[in-house]
């Protein structure tokens, strides 16, 4: 089948470095390594290793929230090689696919999705069955997200930071993974192919002014 039929899927959001190629909807090669950094050096060796060098006449890739120089490292890849070879490039979020793989694996609860953030900060967001946000993006330290959790059931990595405050929460830790990519909405793999950091990186402009959030 044609490249265009294709979908390359990248993920380097967490400390994971993960790609998939998807084909009529299915997976056809895949891999995930947690690789803690180093995602600039994995990268596109782990392409090169799929069935045509990767080659796909789209590109999916994570774009966040996450690590900034994470995401900047698969967004910039899937950008560069969107280029090369005339593909379209779209984006997803990290919290979406967490989700996603949730409610495929049988969890019928709303979810909350959390991953680390910066300065001991979790990233979150709320999921119906879906998956479907129930509410926006924030960035709270583990009291307050603890707070707001409801009866929503906690997943992803960031759960470690409440169960040190809350040692019986019943939780399940996760990252992203790029195969998991199909099981995505359309609405919720569409997103233009920029950062989505979650908060303001730490990096100052002249005068103090932080950088944009979403900055390109």
């Known amino acids: 089948m044609p490249t265009s039929a294709r979908t390359l899927v990248i993920d380097t959001a967490t400390a994971a470095c993960s790609i998939a190629l998807v084909e009529?909807?299915?997976?056809?090669?895949?891999?995930?390594r947690e690789v803690g950094r180093g995602h600039a050096e994995q990268l596109l060796p782990m392409i090169a290793e799929l069935p045509g060098g990767g080659r796909a006449g789209h590109i999916l890739v994570d774009v966040g929230p996450g690590s900034f120089t994470g995401l900047r490292v698969g967004i910039a890849a899937a950008r560069g090689l969107a280029l090369g070879w005339e593909a379209e490039v779209l984006g997803y979020s990290s919290?979406?696919?967490?989700?996603?793989?949730?409610?495929?694996?049988?969890?019928?609860?709303?979810?909350?999705?959390?991953?680390?953030?910066?300065?001991?900060?979790?990233?979150?967001?709320?999921?119906a069955p879906g998956p479907v946000p129930l509410d926006?993006?924030?960035?709270?330290?583990?009291?307050?997200?603890?707070?707001?959790?409801?009866?929503?059931?906690?997943?992803?990595?960031?759960?470690?930071?409440?169960?040190?405050?809350a040692p019986d929460l019943d939780a399940a830790p996760a990252l992203p993974n790029a195969a998991d990519a199909p099981l995505l909405p359309a609405a919720?793999?569409?997103?233009?192919?920029?950062?989505?950091?979650g908060r303001a990186p730490d990096a100052k402009l002249p005068g103090g002014r932080s950088l944009p959030a979403a900055a390109a």
Do not use: C
């Open 95 to 127: 919290l979406a696919l967490i989700a996603a793989a949730a409610f495929s694996r049988g969890q019928t609860r709303d979810v909350a999705v959390m991953l680390e953030g910066g300065h001991g900060e979790v990233f979150i967001q709320a999921f």
């Open 136 to 165: 926006a993006l924030a960035s709270l330290k583990p009291e307050a997200a603890l707070a707001v959790l409801g009866a929503r059931y906690p997943i992803g990595n960031g759960v470690r930071w409440l169960q040190q405050i």
């Open 188 to 197: 919720l793999a569409s997103l233009a192919p920029r950062p989505l950091y």
């Open 24 to 32: 009529n909807g299915a997976v056809i090669a895949a891999a995930h």
